[in-house]
């Protein structure tokens, strides 16, 4: 459940926006499920007269007459509102529940007072989906209490989080935000980003822009050769140089190639995804120095020469059984250890690489698990390097042979690539796990969320595959497919050099 505060000075205005349409017709139903007093004596009449459709008079004066009281020592901003959002994955909770959940809220944030002290005036309100589909509840509290005393707040945001998880316990609600438990945070997405992605019918840029960078991180040995995957994926990348010295990189930024002559939508990496910064992905290669502005401006992806159907399927049955070997191999570490971060951080990279492989438009249940396992592996906000582990490397290994494969073309090669999915769920199963027995809570849910999406997909036995305009097929060429074979099968490299 995500608390979201903001303030006001005026209730009336806040009530016309919270019974009025919204901002994309969104709501549709808006009613009272809890308040301080019955929530039939409080609700609204509805009718029509003068263009309004609901009598919001007698409420607003409700509500701002301890205010009043107060005068001249009341707070200005007095209106205090809060949204209290499920995210999608968790459904619909019905009135009855949303009031429970609102009466709890607002007793721990101390809103209805004390033996020594009196309550504040607070409603509860609840219309429709948000435009991002997420069931939510907006809490309406005015800071006086009833005998006109002020409300002064101190910390209330951070208070509303702690609510927020006690609640989520109370009422055995999901924990799918890591951010809250004090890892890096994802910013959200905003309201023009899902109307424009809406209106094109496609995901949101900065949506696709994380997973296409996560993915180039994968198996990268270094900043130079990450920045040259981003290009070979066809991504724009733009160095921030430090206004000292222009030959520092202190940031960039990256943007989709816009369609025609349209301009491109520049994000910065920290904007992306707070793991995405420069500075946080500088600490996968702590012993190597940072890569210069002129290395940045140079680097380029290598060419390679498409791979034909069975040497792409010889890959994914390597990378099937190297994924395999890993998690049996993952059983044996225990919680706790330190190879645990960067072992999920390279989970992660893997299942953005194996979406990239079977969800090229970043839209399906693969991408929407490679999302929610980023969030299960993000480290937390002041974390060191990780420690160096040999199954992290061999998963980057096995990323790195998918990169040269690219996606799946038809329903055969699908089927194949289907096993390193299997393997690949596996080990979002074992991180699932991992982050349970290490009692942390909200890194936990978002990968079982990460697990929920893959399983329905794992128990039909298929995978969607999107049928991309294939390039043009060209001779097999056995070097490169021998070569990434040998990214994850040493004895293939063997073989082929007997």
């Known amino acids: 459940m995500i608390p979201k505060v903001t303030y006001g000075a005026r209730v009336r205005g806040l009530l016309e926006y919270l019974w009025g349409p919204g901002k994309v017709e969104e709501h549709v139903n808006p009613h009272l499920v809890a308040g301080y007093d ?111 005393a002020p409300v002064w707040l101190r910390q209330d945001k951070r208070r509303s989080q702690q609510v927020a998880d006690l609640l989520e316990d109370e009422f055995g609600l999901g924990k799918w935000t890591p951010g809250r438990a004090g890892a890096i945070r994802r910013p959200e997405l905003t309201r023009p980003e899902v109307e424009r992605a809406r209106r094109v019918d496609q995901a949101p840029d900065r949506e696709l822009l994380r997973r296409q960078v996560r993915a180039a991180l994968a198996g990268a040995g270094s900043e130079a050769e990450w920045v040259a995957r981003m290009r070979g994926a066809g991504l724009l990348v733009a160095p921030r140089t430090s206004a000292k010295d222009p030959n520092q990189v202190v940031g960039y930024a990256v943007a989709l190639r816009p369609a025609g002559a349209g301009a491109p939508r520049w994000y910065a990496g920290g904007s992306v995804d707070g793991d995405l910064s420069l500075t946080q992905i500088r600490k996968r290669w702590p012993d190597a120095p940072p890569a210069l502005a002129g290395q940045w401006k140079v680097a380029d992806s290598a060419e390679s020469t498409a791979l034909r159907g069975e040497d792409r399927m010889a890959v994914w049955r390597s990378s099937a059984a190297a994924l395999e070997a890993i998690s049996g191999r993952l059983a044996g570490v225990a919680p706790g250890s330190p190879q645990w971060p960067v072992v999920a951080r390279a989970s992660a990279d893997l299942m953005a690489r194996v979406a990239a492989a079977t969800e090229p438009s970043g839209r399906g249940p693969v991408t929407r698990a490679a999302d929610a396992l980023a969030r299960a592996a993000a480290p937390p906000r002041r974390a060191p390097a990780p420690a160096a582990s040999t199954i992290a490397a061999e998963l980057g290994r096995v990323a790195d042979a998918l990169m040269v494969t690219g996606p799946a073309r038809d329903g055969g090669e699908a089927a194949v690539l289907l096993a390193v999915v299997v393997q690949a769920a596996r080990l979002v199963v074992a991180l699932a796990e991992l982050r349970a027995a290490e009692q942390q809570a909200h890194a936990a849910g978002a990968a079982a969320r990460a697990a929920a999406h893959l399983m329905p997909l794992l128990a039909q036995g298929a995978v969607h595959v999107e049928r991309d305009v294939p390039g043009p097929r060209v001779g097999r060429n056995e070097p490169d497919a021998a070569r990434a074979r040998a990214r994850v099968d040493p004895a293939a490299d063997q073989q082929t050099q007997r």
């Not at 504040?120 to 997420?134: P, T």
């Open 38 to 148: 019955d929530v039939a004596l409080l609700a609204p009449e509805r009718h029509e007269r003068d263009g309004e459709r609901w009598s919001l008079d007698e409420l607003a004066a409700r509500l701002d007459a301890p205010q009043i009281a107060a005068g001249e020592r009341g707070v200005k901003q007095y209106v205090w509102q809060c949204s209290l959002s499920l995210p999608a994955q968790e459904g619909q909770l019905d009135d009855a529940t949303w009031g429970r959940i609102a009466a709890r809220f607002v007793q721990e944030m101390g809103f209805t007072g004390s033996p020594d002290r009196a309550g504040c005036r607070w409603i509860a309100v609840r219309h429709g989906l948000s435009a991002k589909g997420n069931d939510h509840v907006h809490l309406v509290v005015t800071l006086a209490t009833e005998d006109g």
